[in-house]
C-alpha cells in the first residue's frame, strides 16, 4: 500500500532519500500522487503496478518477473497493505498476514542465494498491537501479531536463504484508517473514538522514523515507531 496512510507519506520520504528506483504496488492507482513523488526528486526513476496482496503466489510472481527483468537489482521489498475492519475476518488475515507470507515467498524465487541469489532486505509493516493488542479488534491484532512472528522467524533464516528481515511497528498514527472503523463483533462501537484519546503522531512523523530504519538496515530488528520516536523492542518470547 504504497499510495495511502503511512505508505504515501512514506514513499515520499523514501524518494528523498534518493535511491535509484522505487516500485509502488497498490490495488488504486492514484496517479496524482505517482506525479507528485516524480516531481519530489527527478533522480529517482518511480514507476507504479496494480497489484492486489491477495492474489495467488503464482500470481505475484508473474508480476515481480516483470519487476526484476526492467530493473535488474532489487534491494528492498516492503509489505505495507493492511486493512482494520473487524467485520471483514477472513479479508483482515488475507491483506495483513497472508498477503506478507505470500508476497515474500513469492520473492524468494528471486532473492535465495540457494537459488543464485544476490539475497534482499525485507522490511513488514506490522503493528505495535502485534505486541500489544487493541482487545476490542482482536482479528486485526492477532493478525499483527501473526505477521511479526512471521518476520522474526525470516530474519533468523538469513544465514540460510541470504534475505534479511524487520518489522515496522507504528503506534496509533493518525491516519484514514483509525478515524472510523468496525470492532469485532461490534464489542465497542466506540473503539476508533477511545483509540484516538490516546496520544497519536503523524503520519510524516512515522515515514521519517522508517526511512531512518531502512537506513539502519538491522535484520531481526522489531522497531516501534511511537509517538514520533523510533525505538527497537527487546522481544523475549
Not at 495467488?56 to 526484476?68: D, R, Y
Not at 535488474?72 to 477472513?90: C, M, P, S, W, Y
Request: glycine letters at 8%; proline letters at 5%.
Amino acid at each position: 500500500a504504497g499510495l495511502g496512510g503511512i505508505g504515501l507519506d512514506t514513499s515520499r520520504e523514501i524518494v528523498k532519500s534518493g535511491p535509484k528506483n522505487l516500485v509502488i504496488l497498490d490495488r488504486v492507482e492514484n496517479p496524482t500522487a505517482i506525479a507528485e513523488l516524480k516531481a519530489i526528486n527527478p533522480k529517482v526513476t518511480v514507476t507504479f503496478y496494480p497489484y492486489d496482496v491477495t492474489v495467488s503466489v503464482a500470481e505475484t510472481t508473474k508480476l515481480l518477473k516483470t519487476i526484476f527483468a526492467s530493473l535488474k537489482t532489487v534491494d528492498l521489498l516492503i509489505n505495507g497493505a493492511g486493512i482494520l475492519d473487524d467485520h471483514q475476518i477472513e479479508r483482515t488475515i488475507a491483506v495483513n498476514f497472508t498477503g506478507t507470507v505470500n508476497t515474500t515467498t513469492a520473492i524468494m524465487e528471486f532473492w535465495d542465494k540457494r537459488k543464485g541469489g544476490p539475497g534482499g532486505v525485507i522490511a513488514n509493516i506490522c503493528s505495535v498491537t502485534g505486541f500489544n493488542s487493541i482487545y476490542q479488534v482482536p482479528v486485526y491484532s492477532a493478525s499483527k501479531a501473526a505477521a511479526l512472528s512471521f518476520t522474526g522467524s525470516l530474519a533468523r533464516l538469513a544465514p540460510i536463504t541470504g534475505v534479511t528481515a524487520y518489522s515496522i511497528n507504528p503506534g496509533i498514527t493518525r491516519t484514514p484508517l483509525v478515524h472510523k472503523f468496525n470492532s469485532w463483533l461490534d464489542v465497542e462501537p466506540r473503539v476508533a473514538e477511545l483509540l484516538l484519546e490516546h496520544p497519536t503522531q503523524t503520519t510524516l512523523e512515522c515515514a521519517q522514523n522508517f526511512v531512518k530504519a531502512i537506513e539502519a538496515n538491522k535484520n531481526g530488528a522489531i522497531w516501534q515507531l511511537d509517538l514520533g520516536r523510533l525505538d527497537a523492542v527487546e522481544w523475549t518470547k
